[in-house]
């Protein structure tokens, strides 16, 4: 008898899933609340200026997985994009991740790579082990750049001191002793030509796929199929009946300019009293493309209210006490998969959750095989 598999959201997760269960022969229905696909990675073109505009926050694809970038390059065209961030700081740009450029501009200095690190080294703390962000901000950097470039950026993104942090989140950074401005280190970087929500759709192009949008799924009826490949929230598929865990929420203000209004794509403005944390222009997202006018965001963080839409989980110890909760719980609920970004409730980069989504397909169709429950 025909199996009946669904995957709750269109984004990255659902879509890879269904796209694998497809070719190994099974028919998929995936469903989405919004009336788009490709979850927070959406994008659209803008119908006044033509700018592809990233509706969720700017999203830059990087990867040092060979397979993943291969399984992404059969859905849609990438041309080659490195992201080069830059930071206003008390009426001063500089650029980011913070490097030689950077300290040398900071410091009124002109240190070759050696004398810098010596310098630094002069500036930082002995901190062995730093658990949390500030520790590991004072460990890396020392207190003037901490000041400058993290400290006031943090506070407004995540709504607390970089001292309730952890150290892992700024070891999401690097910090070069040379000029090399690109943001992220993965081999593999670049921009989906005509934008990630057409890569998703092709990757949900298959005869066996059955896509529905504005549509909810009512985890009370997950008993009704065979298998549900959950990546909503993971405590919104318990109704949130012990609680919900953290999410920070992003507000865009948008405007608009005419020609280029600040140069680049992104511009951090870590400084306290500015009250955003940075201002996207998305037609550099794509520069091989030619607009005359632009769209901006302003991108403000705050809590995440319920009807808000969750961006960035906060692990902080109360929620890693629930979390494990709900992790318990959903071991019990035999015929769901948790994944993706909510549903594992882990900040995800999108090569990461193509990853894992790829690899949750097999595990499954290996289970199915064996004739094992997944
Ligand atoms: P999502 O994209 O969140 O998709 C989940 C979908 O499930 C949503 O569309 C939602 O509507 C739907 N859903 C939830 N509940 C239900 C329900 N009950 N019924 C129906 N549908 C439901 N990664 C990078 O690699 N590079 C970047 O530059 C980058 N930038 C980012 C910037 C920001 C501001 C943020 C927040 C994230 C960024 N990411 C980036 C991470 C990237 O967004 C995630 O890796 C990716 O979106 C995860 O995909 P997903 O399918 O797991 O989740
Ligand atoms: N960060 C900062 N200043 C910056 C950029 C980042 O303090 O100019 C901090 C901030 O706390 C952020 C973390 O470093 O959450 C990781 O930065 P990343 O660019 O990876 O942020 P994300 O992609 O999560 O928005």
């Given at each position: 008898m025909t199996q009946r598999f669904i995957m709750v959201g269109a984004g990255f997760s659902g879509a890879v899933v269904a796209r694998k269960l497809a070719e190994a022969g099974h028919a998929c229905t995936v469903v989405d609340a919004r009336d788009h696909v490709a979850g927070n990675c959406h994008t659209a073109r803008d119908a006044d200026t033509g700018v592809m505009v990233h509706t969720y926050g700017p999203h830059i694809f990087h990867t040092g997985d060979d397979e993943v970038w291969d399984y992404v390059r059969k859905f849609g065209e990438f041309a080659p994009y490195k992201n080069r961030v830059k930071s206003t700081h008390k009426g001063a740009v500089y650029t980011l991740p913070v490097n030689l450029h950077t300290m040398n501009q900071f410091f009124g200095t002109a240190l070759r790579p050696d004398e810098m690190r010596a310098h630094v080294a002069t500036l930082t703390a002995d901190i062995p082990e730093p658990e949390s962000f500030e520790e590991q901000a004072l460990a890396f950097v020392g207190p003037d750049l901490y000041a400058a470039f993290f400290k006031g950026y943090t506070e407004k993104q995540w709504g607390t001191s970089p001292a309730n942090l952890p150290a892992s989140i700024l070891k999401r950074l690097p910090l070069r002793f040379n000029y090399d401005d690109n943001y992220f280190a993965h081999p593999h970087q670049g921009m989906p030509v005509d934008g990630y929500t057409a890569l998703v759709e092709n990757i949900l192009d298959h005869p066996l796929i059955t896509v529905r949008l504005n549509t909810v799924f009512d985890p009370a009826t997950a008993g009704d199929w065979d298998h549900v490949f959950w990546s909503g929230p993971l405590d919104g598929f318990f109704g949130y009946d012990i609680g919900r865990l953290g999410y920070r929420t992003l507000d865009f203000e948008e405007f608009r300019a005419i020609g280029d209004w600040q140069g680049c794509a992104v511009m951090n403005h870590p400084d306290p009293?500015?009250?955003?944390t940075r201002i996207t222009e998305h037609k550099h997202f794509a520069p091989w493309e030619s607009h005359e006018k632009s769209v901006l965001y302003r991108e403000y963080a705050r809590a995440c209210e319920p009807g808000d839409t969750p961006y960035y989980p906060i692990r902080l110890v109360a929620e890693k006490a629930l979390l494990s909760d709900y992790v318990e719980r959903a071991k019990t609920v035999s015929n769901v998969t948790f994944m993706g970004r909510l549903g594992t409730y882990r900040y995800l980069d999108m090569d990461v959750t193509i990853r894992e989504a790829l690899d949750t397909a097999d595990a499954f169709l290996a289970a199915q095989a064996a004739g094992t429950p997944a």
């Open positions: 009293e500015v009250p955003f």
